[in-house]
């Protein structure tokens, strides 16, 4: 029988788990409910979820299998850069931390905008305005926002990741208006998260056809939007790392307290 490079190297992490003692994790199609998860997920699964308007590959990194699924985007505006460097500093510190994983699936997507970001604009290669382009009751058609609702792959990759995983909870980063908002059922999140960091929640108010719109009033799904300083855009990561690492881990561990960095 044929087997799949990905079945060899879980036959091979049992054998070597059997050999240490260890339990051996369950089979894979149980993936959602799996006390232990896959030697795969422990590393982060790398995925390409879908191209750019310039077929740049949109890659996010699928962390744990539990039934707590948390969605971290960072990017959407490809001029908002230093949730990249933030959010890959965050999957390092992931695959450093295990226990973290424990009944939980984090889905990370780092760059949501590539064109924008290899172009410094806010709107992608197509001139629009992604956090305008979902498919929110308040959301307006124009040429900056998209003549239709998910006009542009990269919104459309979003919209596909949330209805595969269903978050619990989700985390767009942006800059520079320096506070934590949020939309729908989020009021307990967003106070929870700024108790790591020095910036204050505001409610900003729902944006038309914002991922805040479609996800927290359309959806239900609590969603902060982190709003850094702009001055955050010349940090290193392990500088950005130490300013905001307990603000993005208590959202993973919520309504837990993160332990120390």
Known sequence: ???????????????????????????????RTLPYPTAAALLGQHHIEGRSVHNIPIMSQVFGQGPDVVL??????????????????????????????????????????????????????????????FEAANRVNTPATGLVPLS????????????????????????????????????ALAAGMAEYCDLPVKKLGAKPGSLGSYAGLTLGIPII????????????????WRKYANTLLSAI?????PASK
């Open 1 to 31: 029988m044929n087997r799949s490079p990905f079945t060899l190297a879980i036959c091979a992490l049992s054998a070597m788990l059997a050999l240490a003692g260890c339990r051996q994790p369950t089979p894979y199609p149980e993936f």
């Open 72 to 133: 971290i985007v960072a990017a959407i505006h490809g001029d908002e850069p230093a949730g990249t460097p933030l959010v890959r500093r965050l999957a390092q510190h992931l695959n450093n931390n295990l226990q973290l994983l424990n009944g939980r699936t984090i889905i990370l997507l780092p760059v949501a905008n590539p064109d924008g970001v290899a172009r410094n604009t806010r709107e992608n290669a197509a001139g629009v305005d992604l956090n305008r382009n």
């Open 152 to 187: 542009e792959p990269e919104t459309r990759i979003i919209k596909d990741l949330i209805k595969q995983y269903a978050p619990d909870r989700i985390v767009t980063i942006h800059q520079p208006l320096a506070c934590i908002d949020y939309d729908g059922p989020a009021a």
């Open 253 to 257: 561990v919520y309504p837990e307290t």
């Open 225 to 240: 939007t982190l709003e850094l300083q702009q001055s955050d855009s010349q940090l290193a990561p392990e500088s950005l």
